[in-house]
């Protein structure tokens, strides 16, 4: 079974997650044995994955740190929308009583 080079370039994701079976492992770095270029891509693939992909678990510390920032963000959001609400509600009353005494002004 003749196996190509776009076979090869198929698998190489997965062999440079090292997520591939023994025989298929053997089988890509005998074919990368006579290909320079794929060996080099290879090489480079294996470095960015395990640079990138690796998941870090949160300490108890840093979750609460992110809760209480999270926290923070809310309660000052929440404060800057009830300081426009108010804002506009008392705009409105107070447009409302000044043309309310431009009435009774007006009227007498």
């Not at 023994?22 to 080099?40: A, N, S």
């Not at 979750?63 to 705009?91: D, G, H, N, P, Q």
Request: a negative charge.
């Amino acid at each position: 079974m003749n196996i190509t080079r776009n076979v090869i370039l198929d698998l190489l994701p997965l062999y440079a997650a090292d997520e591939v079976s023994e025989d298929t492992r053997i089988l890509i770095e005998k074919y990368l044995e006579t290909d320079t270029e794929l060996t080099h891509i290879a090489h480079q693939m294996k470095h960015q994955l395990t640079a990138n992909d690796i998941p870090v678990p949160l300490k108890r510390e840093d979750k609460m740190e992110a809760y209480l920032e999270a926290k923070r963000i809310m309660l000052k959001r929440t404060i800057i929308w009830a300081s426009v609400t108010a804002f506009a509600i008392l705009s409105c009353l107070s447009l409302a009583a000044l043309a309310f005494f431009n009435l009774l002004r007006f009227a007498s």
